[in-house]
């Protein structure tokens, strides 16, 4: 791996991870499409820590909703009663809505590593991300904050989720449009997507640097990391940013778009191809 492929491949994850159009898939599709050929050795280390790079953004941003969440729920755990604050309950909520991914990450983890390999199938995920996105802007009346936001409904967000284990399908996009179907704000939907991506980043990536602990990290593989690393850390905040200012004022419709094109060129592409993925 050079180092213009590690910053290209960690700005490619920065930037999607948290836009609404599949971080997972754009990962797979850009080397394809690139026909780059990456070691699997150094592959593997790079996705699994500059997956993390895409944490420092989060914690840069919301670090006022983070800060609430901790005073408040340690607050309340030392009553006995974390969820009567604000910040008790939007935490406990964040909490309850990263269980389905949870539980069904593992189980799932060979057959979903497979879909990894299979560009075809990933890029006719993205019509389904495409789909939520404009079921979930076309539902709800969508101006709930989450202070009303209930148990049943991070568990419905978080159901959506888990549906982001498939390369494809984007996290932000089918928890941002679940949110929207159950009538939150586009920018409360948001944010309570961001939120959710903590626990479920650092649940895939504490997996994940499992088996790299087993597979052992080849000492090529720290230059690419370092840049893809920054590059993800620094795109990623500029998408947090760009989307929070965007939510505002526009529907994701766009981004709909943006999903289905993607996946209909990158299908194109493998018939010109003859098939060869």
């Known amino acids: 791996m050079t180092w213009f492929q590690a910053l290209v491949l960690g700005v490619v994850q920065g930037l999607t991870e948290y836009l609404p159009v599949s971080s997972s898939a754009h990962l797979v599709l850009v080397p394809w499409w690139l026909g780059w050929r990456i070691d699997d050795r150094l592959a593997f280390p790079f996705d699994v820590l500059v997956h993390w790079g895409t944490l420092v953004p989060v914690l840069i941003y919301f670090r006022g909703d983070l800060w609430e969440i901790l005073r408040d729920g340690w607050a309340g755990l030392r009553r006995g009663s974390p969820l009567t604050t604000s910040g008790g309950r939007l935490g406990g909520w964040v909490l309850l809505a990263t269980l389905p991914a949870a539980v069904l990450g593992l189980p799932l983890k060979h057959w979903v590593e497979a879909v990894f390999l299979q560009p075809p199938t990933v890029a006719a995920l993205l019509f389904g991300t ?8 076309g ?69 994940a640097l499992r088996d790299l602990g087993v597979a052992g990290f080849p000492p090529e593989a720290l230059e690419p990391v370092l840049i893809g690393f920054a590059a993800a850390a620094l795109s990623g905040y500029l998408a947090i940013w760009s989307l929070m200012r965007l939510v505002r004022r526009r529907s994701l419709r766009p981004f709909a778009l943006y999903c289905g094109l993607l996946g209909a060129l990158s299908l194109t592409l493998f018939l010109l191809r003859g098939g060869q993925g």
């Open 139 to 207: 539902m709800g009346r969508q101006e709930r904050g989450l202070d009303r936001l209930t148990a049943r409904d991070a568990l419905t967000i978080g159901l959506a989720q888990a549906l982001s284990l498939l390369p494809g399908i984007s996290r932000s996009g089918a928890t941002i449009a679940a949110g929207l179907a159950l009538g939150l704000a586009r920018p409360e939907a948001a944010r309570f997507s961001f939120l959710m991506s903590l626990p479920a980043l650092l649940g895939a990536g504490g997996v």
């Open 130 to 137: 495409a789909a939520l996105l404009w079921a979930g802007e």
